[in-house]
T-cell receptor, first 112, second 114 residues
Framework: KQEVTQIPAALSVPEGENLVLNCSFTDSAIYNLQWFRQDPGKGLTSLLLIQSSQREQTSGRLNASLDKSSGRSTLYIAASQPGDSATYLC???????????FGTGTRLTIIP | EAQVTQNPRYLITVTGKKLTVTCSQNMNHEYMSWYRQDPGLGLRQIYYSMNVEVTDKGDVPEGYKVSRKEKRNFPLILESPSPNQTSLYFCASHTRNGGLNEQFFGPGTRLTVL
């Protein structure tokens, strides 16, 4: 059974710093991995999707990497801003499944 | 605009009163799912559908029903809601075409069962 872990559960950093969020998964047989952002009480905003054959994806100040063999992904946020404060979730689709298995998220706070 | 819509967005009800949460997508996706999100437990899949008239259980299907009579719609039915079904519910859709399998989520329905 696929399990997704995100550590730490919460992170606070000063504005302007670069930061890395971590995600690990137990079954490397994945179709893809998605990173989402969720503001309190709100829906999910898809940030980046990495297919299993890819190593990384970039969108603006965000860069996501994938090391399928080790079961790890990182989300790099450059030059953090207060508006980046949110919970970040990673999720994978495993072969043979039609669902996303989610981590419990990292709550990020950017301190002005 | 490509989107997944859910209604209602907020709902307060009482134990045992049947309710339906609607979900619709305009992307012609064959796959649709329902998830619930609870503090400390994350998002868990309730039911999913691979196409019209094809549905299957997810991780937490107890107390829920679904139907898929049209490709665009995938309602979630609570026949006899109980307080432990108080949660934030999300509908999602995706397609296998093109190989991306990117999932698109609705805005969520916050359900409170008293």
């Amino acid at each position: 059974k696929q399990e997704v872990t995100q550590i730490p559960a919460a992170l606070s950093v000063p504005e302007g710093e670069n930061l890395v969020l971590n995600c690990s998964f137990t079954d490397s047989a994945i179709y893809n991995l998605q990173w989402f952002r969720q503001d309190p009480g709100k829906g999910l905003t898809s940030l980046l999707l990495i297919q299993s054959s890819q190593r990384e994806q970039t969108s603006g100040r965000l860069n996501a990497s994938l090391d399928k063999s080790s079961g790890r992904s990182t989300l790099y946020i450059a030059a953090s801003q207060p508006g980046d404060s949110a919970t970040y979730l990673c999720a994978v689709i495993t072969f043979g499944n039609e669902k996303l298995t989610f981590g419990t998220g990292t709550r990020l706070t950017i301190i002005p | 605009e490509a989107q997944v819509t859910q209604n209602p967005r907020y709902l307060i009800t009482v134990t045992g009163k049947k309710l339906t949460v609607t979900c619709s997508q305009n992307m012609n996706h064959e796959y649709m799912s329902w998830y619930r999100q609870d503090p400390g437990l994350g998002l868990r899949q309730i039911y999913y559908s691979m196409n019209v008239e094809v549905t299957d259980k997810g991780d937490v299907p107890e107390g829920y029903k679904v139907s898929r009579k049209e490709k665009r719609n995938f309602p979630l039915i609570l026949e006899s809601p109980s307080p432990n079904q108080t949660s934030l519910y999300f509908c999602a859709s995706h397609t296998r075409n093109g190989g991306l399998n990117e999932q698109f989520f609705g805005p969520g329905t916050r359900l409170t069962v008293l």
